[in-house]
């Protein structure tokens, strides 16, 4: 659905982009994660028409952005992380409005205005003016005006920045929704935990480049491998530390209360052969593993922080 090669972007002396490559595949959920100033926003304007790269391409739905830009911006919908809602407008009316610059009027549009809202679960909101709305249904009255014109792609900048966590909730339940129905969506958030939740896959970028994607347990996975081995011991401790302090694999062993941490490089199969040594040894184990990061500390270091 979305393949994104090399894209450059500057500010002046600023790189926001320093060649992005991007793959998202139709049907995905796609979290987009990255630090604030990372280059997020910069490439969802770029992939939704609204900026000019320096250089790159932005292949979407297997439209070019940047030959055709009308035809690519009738295949998404953006939400931008800062947008304009009209508080003189009823919530139906501003609904209308941006029906009517896709060409609906009429008794027709309003069924799918309404159809729309009720999607975002503001079926009861439509006589309500925009400005006496919560900031969590102003989020999910842009969402419905980005659905108006039933895009392929949701382009969806920080589209829970500033909810509580009741409206985060709400939020992510209709998102889930929407990929149920087969949109591709691709959202982007500067916290990792609030994606992992409900993305089917995650990128993350650092300094206008892609770091690292997958899924989830995946890139956990591939960075849990550098964590310390876990050990638990019923029996034979003190001699398999001395027969494990002489194997040249084995950087450092430390205890904390019950559990012995060994730093160990090295493969799964070399991870199981560690283990078959040390029962062999004579001790008895009751857990073996690598120590399991959180998603916050796994962000922090997969952007260097």
Do not use: W
């Amino acid at each position: 659905m979305v393949k994104i090669e090399n894209l450059r972007k500057t500010y002046g002396k600023f790189t926001a982009l320093d060649g992005m490559n991007l793959n998202i595949k139709k049907g995905e959920l796609f979290g987009f994660v990255g630090p604030n100033g990372a280059g997020k926003t910069t490439t969802m304007r770029i992939m939704s028409g609204l900026l000019s790269a320096d250089s790159g391409t932005v292949i979407v739905d297997d439209v070019n952005v940047t030959e055709s830009p009308k035809e690519v911006k009738n295949k998404i919908g953006y939400m931008p992380d800062f947008f304009g809602v009209y508080d003189n407008l009823k919530a139906i009316e501003y609904m209308e409005f941006f029906a009517s610059i896709y060409g609906l009027e009429g008794k027709a549009a309003r069924k799918l205005c309404l159809e729309m809202m009720d999607l975002v679960n503001l079926a009861d909101k439509e006589n309500f003016y925009v400005d006496s709305l919560s900031r969590g249904m102003k989020q999910r009255l842009c969402l419905a005006r980005c659905l108006i014109h039933s895009p392929e792609l949701l382009i969806l900048d920080e589209p829970a920045s500033g909810l509580d966590p009741r409206a985060r909730f709400e939020m992510k339940e209709i998102l889930r929704n929407l990929s149920d129905m087969g949109k591709t969506i691709l959202i982007s958030s500067h916290i990792l935990p609030e994606l992992a939740e409900m993305c089917t896959n995650v990128g993350i970028v650092e300094k206008g480049r892609l770091v690292v994607s997958g899924t989830v347990d995946e890139i956990m996975a591939q960075f849990n491998n550098s964590n310390p081995l876990v050990l638990r011991y019923t029996e034979g401790q003190e001699e398999s530390l001395r027969f494990l302090k002489e194997n040249p694999a084995v950087d450092n062993i430390s205890i904390r209360g019950e559990k012995v941490y060994i730093g160990f490089q090295g493969t799964a199969a070399e991870e199981a052969a560690l283990l078959k040594s040390i029962l062999e040894q004579g001790a008895m184990v009751s857990s073996f593993g690598r120590e399991e990061g959180n998603l916050e500390s796994l962000f922090m270091q997969i952007t260097g922080n």
